[in-house]
């Protein structure tokens, strides 16, 4: 069984959700989102067989005649209950029992084309009788006339009043002792009475019964004297119809009820069909392609892709499982070693469940009884776990529950402590796992740990590929090579300056370092005393800002080290300025947010623009990044 925790971490939670969108009815969304993930090779296969054929049909320009199931579930529990169904309601469950007979024979003309769906269709029962009575019952929303004898014998004697009340009141209406009384010369319905309206000045001289009055009360709404008893008649055959309305509605409820074993049958039926669609749907809006399905810890990716990333994006060529078991993958920060674990995750358990992948043909996906990573920020304050206690915390749950058909996705395992240690600790677990009959997969920066997996019999190391000449990631993954952490391209990309990069390679290449003292003077006596000053106030903090006196403008805080010079940020440049001459206007904590990233107040949209970019692999910001290389490579 795969546990929620793996699902939520590898996103699979929304694959799930948008899966659901893709679904007619309520019931079918709530099932979808409550389904779990077979583990089982002949359930898989057979739930990929289901969306092929369904992708088929979907293909073929064909519909599935689906009608009257966005809520027959709930229509059908409230007829069980002893509730009743309303004209419409009715007209919806009677769409439904349609629908049953036109499904069936909708999968009878494409049993070739999809001979599964066909089989399931074939459990769909006929309610022929009960939908054409609604259908002669029911019409335009309300209960027909000739719903029965009596309904259509009260609404006549209803006409035949309606017309003699008509007849008086128009009488009332163009009699000349009237006219000076009527305020307009028509008949208005008021609270299920005839009435005239009548200038409120004359109200007691028209004779009859007030019903409403006008809002400004210049008008009253009166029921004249002559039309009394009429009315009350008509009232009479409207409570009459009412009855005869229930009578019908009942009779069309009892036979939803009397047919709710076989009804409920049907709705499962068609639930489990419009699930299949809703998979097939969502695989058609990916381009997905169903894969080979093995029980065999095989894992085979051609050029694929993790569906929530951007179109352009770099496929995956993945292999596990053939002639290793293990892979230890390496290379750049922001370099796409993570997406590579979530994306052979994601792919999995999409096929585990159902879900066709974005992939091409002679992808192989191993059902797999057990799905662990460990992935992401592990730390906890409310239990008091470091990031590297929670992530061993996390590690040391999974391996009590390893065995064989597991697959183990670690991310930069062993890290956040010191690195002899932590590699030494992440090559014991890699081990355990292995030992205990796992797959896995593991990222690293560590040395000792891509040495491992190059000496390991059954271990591999990877890289992510990296441009040298340009200096950027080209998020490949190339199998059999060992990649370096490019932490100086990382630091290049945050604008350290080039001395420190080269006495950083130097040091990298020469293993030589630095260690002489340093003599450092004594400062000033002004700057001593001034420092003294300075620490006997609070310093201004990274992000405030100031007012420059000199200039008349607003400055932001760079950096005060106390001295009598500050760094402040103004116009797009770092400047040093006189203490004494800047003041203070508002708090950094006044200005932002708490974790508000400061660094972005002094670097412009472009560039962090571009840095967002490159993290999420886009290829254009690449290329850009590459013309510029090759521009400054001109220039020297």
Request: proline share 3%; charged share 30%; with cysteine.
């Amino acid at each position: 069984m795969i546990d929620q925790e793996t699902i939520q971490k590898l996103q699979f939670d929304k694959m799930i959700h948008e899966v659901a969108k893709y679904a007619i009815g309520d019931y079918t969304k709530e099932r979808i989102r409550a389904l779990e993930i077979s583990t089982r090779l002949a359930i898989v296969k057979t739930k990929q067989k289901e969306t092929l054929e369904a992708r088929l049909i979907i293909d073929s320009g064909q519909y599935v005649p689906f009608m009257g199931l966005t809520q027959i579930k709930r229509l059908m529990d409230e007829v069980q209950k002893g509730l009743l169904l309303m004209p419409r309601e009715l007209i919806e469950a009677a769409d439904f029992l349609r629908s049953n007979r036109l499904i069936r024979n909708f999968f009878e003309k494409n049993q070739y084309q999809a001979p599964l769906l066909y089989d399931y269709s074939r459990s769909l029962s006929e309610f022929s009788v009960v939908e054409e009575t609604i259908y002669q019952k029911i019409q335009n929303g309300r209960i027909a006339e000739d719903a029965s004898k009596e309904l259509r014998r009260i609404r006549k004697k209803q006409r035949e009043c309606e017309k003699e009340i008509e007849e008086k009141l128009l009488k009332f209406l163009h009699h000349p002792n009237n006219r000076s009384l009527v305020q307009e010369t028509l008949i208005v319905k008021k609270e299920e009475h005839f009435t005239i309206p009548i200038k409120a000045s004359y109200k007691n001289k028209a004779g009859g019964s007030i019903v409403a009055q006008s809002n400004n009360g210049q008008t009253v709404f009166i029921e004249p004297a002559a039309v009394e008893k009429l009315n009350e008649r008509l009232m009479m055959l409207r409570t009459e119809e009412t009855a005869e309305e229930y009578q019908i509605l009942s009779e069309l409820n009892g036979l939803l009820s009397e047919r709710a074993l076989a009804i409920t049958n049907g709705i499962e039926a068609i639930t489990a069909l419009d699930i299949i669609f809703a998979r097939a749907k969502f695989g058609r809006e990916l381009g997905g392609i169903t894969p080979q399905i093995n029980k065999e810890e095989r894992i085979v990716i051609v050029q694929g892709k993790h569906p929530l990333l951007p179109l352009d994006a770099v496929p995956l060529d993945f292999t596990l499982g053939k002639s290793y078991r293990g892979l230890v993958i390496t290379g750049a920060n922001a370099g796409g070693k993570t997406v590579v674990l979530k994306t052979i995750g994601l792919l999995t358990l999409m096929t585990m469940f159902g879900l066709q992948i974005p992939a091409k043909s002679g992808t192989d996906i191993a059902v797999l009884d057990h799905l662990f990573v460990d992935i992401g920020d592990q730390q906890n304050i409310e239990n008091a776990l470091s990031t590297f206690s929670g992530h061993m915390k996390n590690i040391a749950a999974i391996l009590q529950r390893i065995e064989r058909h597991t697959l183990v996705l670690l991310d930069e395992i062993g890290s956040g402590t010191e690195p002899n240690e932590g590699a030494g600790l992440a090559i014991a677990i890699m081990e355990t796992m292995y030992q205990s009959g796992a797959i896995l997969v593991a990222t690293t920066h560590y040395g000792e740990i891509k040495r491992f997996a190059a000496e390991h019999a059954d271990f591999i190391p990877a890289a992510m590929a990296f441009d040298q000449e340009t200096l950027t990631p080209k998020y490949r993954l190339q199998v059999g090579q060992i990649g370096d952490s490019q932490a100086l391209w990382i630091a290049r990309k945050m604008k350290m300056a080039p001395e420190l990069l080269q006495q950083a390679a130097a040091f990298i290449n020469e293993k030589q370092y630095p260690t002489q003292k340093k003599m450092f003077k004594l400062a000033k006596k002004e700057d001593a005393i001034f420092d003294k000053k300075v620490n006997e106030h609070a310093r201004y903090h990274k992000g405030d800002r100031i007012f420059l006196n000199e200039s008349k403008e607003s400055a932001i805080v760079f950096e005060d080290q106390g001295k009598p010079d500050i760094q402040v940020f103004v116009n797009d440049e770092i400047l040093e300025v006189p203490r004494r001459r800047v003041r203070f206007e508002a708090s950094v904590h006044e200005l932002y947010p708490l974790n508000y990233d400061l660094d972005s107040l002094f670097t412009d949209f472009q560039t962090r623009k571009q840095a967002r970019d490159l993290a999420r692999g886009s290829k254009k910001a690449h290329k850009r990044l590459a013309k510029e290389a090759e521009a400054r490579k001109q220039q020297l």
